[in-house]
């Protein structure tokens, strides 16, 4: 019976051992696990990893050609969509084109060399931004104006300026020398001259009574 139980006691040692070691690799290989875990966090990373994504670089040529795709107006945009002969031939439906032309060469004649914003013009003659910019474009082909190209308030716009104005007759309509009775007689030293007629004095007077032309 002694031996038995004696039995029964170091069989009992003997699982308590092993568990003991069990206990041990157990927790050896969670402290192993950790210890691995943790090296691969510091681990330093690799030159691929270290490189940064490669950004190309543009040249001289491609960053000036963004700029000017970035600085384009609508004018521009327009003038490499239309040809030559769609702008020179521009027209506007049912517009007195001949009236409008002298009306906008009137305004800007008033400016002068300090010119004036296309878009304030448009917005005085009550043309659209496109019809506004097709005629400018016109204009500026048959050399009566120039378009001076500003940033204004962050966008990019044209400041249009009178470089000819067109000779008008209108002044000289009504003078009676064209249809003087007495002209072949008149002379600067003779009886009849420009400097007594009473024909020039009656005509000068009645223009200046005339009410000045709206704008």
């Keep these: 019976m002694a031996k038995k139980k004696d039995s029964l006691i170091e ?6 051992d092993e568990i003991d070691q069990l206990k041990k690799k157990t927790e050896k290989s969670k402290t192993s696990k950790t210890s691995t875990a943790t090296k691969a966090e510091k681990k330093p990373a690799t030159k691929a ?3 940064p994504a490669k950004v190309k670089k543009l040249t001289k040529k491609e960053l000036e050609e963004a700029k000017k795709e970035a600085e384009k107006t609508l004018e521009e945009e327009l003038e490499e969509q239309l040809s030559d002969e769609e702008i020179e031939n521009f027209q506007i439906e049912k517009v007195d084109m001949e009236r409008l032309t002298n ?34 474009l016109k204009l500026e082909r048959m050399g009566t104006i120039t378009r001076e190209k500003i940033l204004e308030k962050g966008r990019w716009t044209y400041k249009l300026i009178i ?53």
């Design 11 to 16: 069989e009992a040692e003997k699982i308590t």
């Design 163 to 215: 470089k000819k104005t067109p000779i008008s007759t209108q002044s000289i309509e009504n003078a009676p020398c064209l249809v003087c009775p007495v002209e072949q007689k008149c002379s600067l030293d003779g009886e009849i001259s420009p400097r007594n007629c009473q024909f020039i004095e009656d005509w000068v007077i009645a223009e200046m009574k005339k009410p000045a032309k709206s704008k």
């Design 49 to 51: 990893e270290k490189k």
């Design 103 to 136: 009306r906008v060469y009137d305004i800007l004649a008033e400016r002068e060399s300090e010119g004036m914003f296309q878009s304030e013009l448009w917005k005085k003659l009550k043309l659209s931004s496109r019809d506004g910019s097709r005629l400018s």
